[in-house]
Structures are given as C-alpha cells and as structure tokens.
C-alpha cells in the first residue's frame, strides 16, 4: 500500500526529494514516517509526521536538514533531503500506521507502524 520513489546517487551537499505512495484505503492513514538504513546498521527513524494535525518530528540529525511534507489530495508524502551528507547513504522507507485506540500521533518505532513501503535507494557521493 505504500510505494517509495525518488531515490539516487548525489553528490555531497546536494539535494533529493523522496515520494511516498500511499495506494488502497489512504484516507485511513493516521500517521507516516521515514526511516532509513545504512549498510550494517540497523534501521532509524528520520522523521514522523501526524496525518491529519500535520505535526512532525524529526531526528536530531536530519532536523534543520530534512523537510516532511504531504499532499492529502494526492495521498503522498515527501521528504525533502538537503546539504546532504555521505553518511545520508542508506536505504530509505516510508512506513504507515492507521488509527487504533492509544496509538501516538507520531510514531518512532518500527514494531508500531503497519504498512512499510519497498525503500528507495540514496547514494551520497563525497
């Protein structure tokens, strides 16, 4: 139900933007978030952001750097990557969760999130 895009390879300092597909019942999408993978190490949260209240969070060293948008008309998210930095090189997934009783607007942990995009790959060259 989720399609990542907009991967590549960039040079340090330059700029990508992400796109993530939400396809089948978007409407019910309560929040989404980015995370990314590097090789040999374990997967990270980027940045979440509140579907419907538009709130977001972003880890310590993506923020000021990194921008999550969404387009509901569209049912996608975006993530803006700039000044980016060859320890940005990962894989990158956008990942959803629907509403369900207690759930956190925002959430940060893998276990929480349901419905995980196929990653898109980001190289950074130095």
């Known amino acids: 139900q989720l399609q990542a895009s907009g991967g590549g390879l960039v040079q340090a300092g330059g700029s990508l933007r992400l796109s993530c597909a939400v396809f089948?019942?978007?409407?019910?999408?309560?929040?989404m978030s980015w995370f990314r993978q590097a090789p040999g190490k374990e997967r990270e949260f980027v940045v979440g952001l509140s579907w419907i209240g538009g709130r977001t969070y972003y880890a310590e060293s993506v923020k000021g750097l990194f921008t999550i948008s969404r387009d509901s008309a569209k049912n996608a998210v975006y993530l803006q990557m700039n000044s980016l930095k060859p320890e940005d090189t990962a894989v990158y997934y956008c990942?959803?969760?629907?509403?369900?009783?207690?759930?956190?607007?925002?959430?940060?942990?893998?276990?929480?999130?349901?419905?995980w995009g196929q990653g898109t790959q980001v190289t950074v060259s130095s």
């Open positions: 990942a959803a969760a629907r509403f369900r009783p207690g759930i956190a607007d925002i959430l940060s942990t893998e276990a929480e999130l349901d419905y």
């Open positions: 089948g019942r978007a409407f019910s999408m309560y929040t």
